[in-house]
């Protein structure tokens, strides 16, 4: 009888990751599929102490482009706080921590021309 609640409970969560339109949603940065039923076999790494399976670890690093935008879903909320261990012991930075500072690094710099035009200086 638990292990029927487990499924279902499992079933449950699976349908609200799930997004209702498409499974299929191409990453614009990298060209990768992002199919969030392919983090599925991650979810035991989430609800239990037990350790990612390799099959867990390979598809967060294919679809890791993906993550910050599975994070944004409301529906995983409770699952960003386990995820810390599951991405440690993938290898992986967290990808909120790895989003800021990609975007920091991507700001637009000042232009600063390479040359001054003498007759623009007075003294």
Known sequence: MKFITTLMVIAFVLSVLVPTQALRVLSED??????????????????TPIPPSAECCKNLKIQKF?????????????YLEPARKVFAACGMPYPREDAIEVKATHHPVDVVPTHAHTSDVHA
């Open 30 to 47: 990298k060209k990768v599929a992002c199919i969030v039923t392919d983090l599925q076999v991650c979810l035991p790494a989430l609800e």
């Open 66 to 78: 993906c993550l910050c935008d599975y994070m944004e879903n409301p529906s995983i909320e409770k």
